[in-house]
């Protein structure tokens, strides 16, 4: 008699946030609810306190955090997530007071990221990121620590190695930075393979849950995860594209962008997110819908500046415009369309199309009669329009492609 196995109940959580006026808290907020339902997590309440700054010992006032226990204990949370970073004192407190475990923003997104990571690259740098952040706080998660089997916020590196010692814990992360320089010099081999043959490269970037991997899949049928959660897409995808002029480009489909993307993942993702800043064209995708879809560019553009692609071209894209009333007309750098409901995606061809640099150059040469091998190279990999032998030598008019432009510069008139 087969027995049914009973359905995993999601976490109840409580999200806590502080208003100290430095950012819109209660966006924040809503952004935290989508992380916590991305990770699994049903949320029971929300508690937002206004202060300057977050209590140095509790993060909360006291007599907010004795509410925040009654509450958790009226509503059988099994969680509270801090809309913020904690320090080990600060969590180490809260745990004290609390009736159930207790979780910041920064590990919130980890655990996400740790249960998203398919490659072994990504599986690399989400744990790099975890014991990272744990390293300085081991003293304070004393509750975390004592506690086995699953929920949220505790995906990744595992009980035993955050219960080792940080010696152990050190030289863990020593030997994942050594993997992890493997994987970038593989990496670096790649794009430097790409710029030797000239491959046009178009990089999706954006915030998280824009749309990307819908539009990636419908431009390429790359077959990537999507869905709508925030970090649906971790591992970066590559997919060739045939573009109205006859040229190919290479898409890449990167990790989506968040506001107050916790540093350790930045520095663990920045090799992947440095696909983004060598490409030749970014399309910044963002959700048109979204009443925060100007800070959600304005994040990626941060985020592109600090890895030095602030001025690299780019084409911004309003995805999920079916969401709104009307469709706004397009710009020369910027257009609108539906990556799930389009049929026809000819105009967001045809501006990539002509915001990648050109691949091919009308010239005037002239070459000494000793360079006649590659006088013969630009018959056969070139149009040759005119030519002419003279007493200096030959003259020609040709249109090359641009991995020949190096070869034939010096001989340009």
Same mark, same amino acid.
């Given at each position: 008699?087969?027995?049914?196995?009973?359905?995993?109940?999601?976490? %109840?959580?409580?999200?806590?946030?502080?208003?100290?006026?430095?950012?819109?808290?209660?966006?924040?907020?809503?952004?935290?609810?989508?992380?916590?339902?991305?990770?699994?997590?049903?949320?029971?309440?929300?508690?937002?306190?206004?202060?300057?700054?977050?209590?140095?010992?509790?993060?909360?006032?006291?007599?907010?955090?004795?509410?925040?226990?009654?509450?958790?204990?009226?509503? /059988?949370?099994?969680?509270?997530?801090?809309?913020?970073?904690?320090?080990?004192?600060?969590?180490?407190?809260?745990?004290?007071?609390?009736?159930?475990? @207790?979780?910041?923003?920064?590990?919130?997104?980890?655990?996400?990221?740790? $249960?998203?990571? %398919?490659? &072994?690259?990504?599986?690399?740098?989400?744990?790099?990121?975890?014991?990272?952040?744990?390293?300085?706080?081991?003293?304070?998660?004393?509750? &975390?620590?004592?506690?086995?089997?699953?929920?949220?916020?505790?995906? $990744?590196?595992?009980?035993?190695?955050?219960? &080792?010692?940080?010696?152990?814990?050190?030289?863990?992360?020593?030997?994942?930075?050594?993997?992890?320089?493997?994987?970038?010099?593989?990496?670096?081999?790649?794009?430097?393979?790409?710029?030797?043959?000239?491959?046009?490269?178009?990089?999706?970037?954006?915030?998280?849950?824009?749309?990307?991997?819908?539009?990636?899949?419908?431009?390429?049928?790359?077959?990537? @995860?999507?869905?709508?959660?925030?970090?649906?897409?971790?591992?970066?995808?590559?997919?060739?594209?045939?573009?109205?002029?006859? %040229?190919?480009? @290479?898409?890449?489909?990167?990790?989506? @962008?968040?506001?107050?993307?916790?540093?350790?993942?930045?520095?663990?993702?920045?090799?992947?997110?440095?696909?983004?800043?060598?490409?030749?064209?970014?399309?910044?995708?963002?959700?048109?819908? &979204?009443?925060?879809?100007?800070?959600?560019?304005?994040?990626?553009?941060?985020?592109?500046?600090?890895? $030095?692609?602030?001025?690299?071209?780019?084409?911004?894209?309003?995805?999920?415009c079916d969401r709104l009333p009307?469709?706004?007309?397009?710009?020369?750098?910027?257009?609108?369309?539906?990556?799930?409901?389009?049929?026809?995606?000819?105009?967001?061809?045809?501006?990539?199309?002509?915001?990648?640099?050109?691949?091919?150059?009308?010239?005037?040469?002239?070459?000494?009669?000793?360079?006649?091998?590659?006088?013969? %190279?630009?018959?056969? /990999?070139?149009?040759?329009?005119?030519?002419?032998?003279?007493?200096? $030598?030959?003259?020609?008019?040709?249109?090359?492609?641009?991995?020949l432009w190096s070869a034939i510069?010096?001989?340009?008139?």
């Open positions: 008699m087969e027995q049914n196995k009973p359905e995993q109940t999601p976490e %109840r959580a409580i999200l806590v946030a502080v208003d100290t006026g430095a950012y819109d808290a209660e966006e924040s907020l809503d952004e935290c609810r989508e992380l916590a339902r991305t990770a699994g997590a049903e949320v029971a309440a929300c508690v937002i306190q206004k202060r300057p700054a977050p209590e140095a010992g509790t993060y909360l006032g006291t007599g907010r955090l004795e509410e925040l226990a009654q509450l958790c204990s009226a509503h /059988e949370a099994d969680l509270v997530i801090i809309d913020g970073e904690l320090t080990a004192t600060q969590q180490r407190n809260m745990e004290q007071a609390l009736p159930c475990r @207790l979780i910041d923003r920064t590990m919130l997104i980890l655990d996400i990221f740790a $249960g998203r990571a %398919r490659s &072994s690259e990504g599986r690399l740098q989400v744990e790099l990121a975890q014991l990272q952040y744990l390293l300085p706080r081991l003293t304070g998660m004393g509750k &975390s620590l004592s506690r086995l089997g699953g929920g949220i916020g505790t995906r $990744g590196p595992g009980e035993t190695k955050l219960e &080792s010692d940080r010696r152990h814990i050190r030289a863990r992360i020593t030997a994942l930075r050594a993997q992890l320089r493997q994987v970038e010099q593989r990496r670096l081999a790649r794009r430097q393979r790409r710029r030797k043959d000239e491959v046009l490269t178009a990089a999706l970037v954006g915030y998280t849950n824009a749309g990307k991997s819908t539009l990636m899949n419908r431009l390429t049928d790359a077959g990537v @995860l999507a869905e709508n959660k925030l970090f649906a897409t971790l591992d970066p995808t590559a997919r060739a594209l045939m573009l109205p002029s006859g %040229r190919q480009v @290479l898409l890449i489909d990167t990790v989506g @962008l968040i506001r107050r993307l916790p540093h350790h993942l930045v520095q663990a993702f920045r090799s992947t997110l440095e696909e983004a800043a060598d490409a030749d064209l970014i399309l910044n995708v963002c959700d048109a819908a &979204s009443p925060q879809r100007e800070e959600h560019l304005q994040v990626t553009r941060e985020l592109l500046a600090s890895l $030095g692609a602030g001025e690299h071209p780019q084409l911004t894209i309003y995805n999920k009307i469709r706004p007309a397009d710009t020369p750098d910027t257009l609108y369309l539906s990556a799930a409901h389009d049929r026809s995606f000819e105009r967001l061809l045809q501006a990539i199309d002509d915001a990648l640099p050109p691949t091919s150059r009308r010239m005037e040469l002239l070459l000494p009669f000793s360079q006649g091998a590659l006088a013969g %190279r630009l018959r056969r /990999e070139g149009t040759v329009e005119a030519e002419d032998y003279t007493p200096e $030598g030959l003259r020609m008019t040709v249109t090359v492609d641009r991995r510069d010096p001989y340009r008139i």
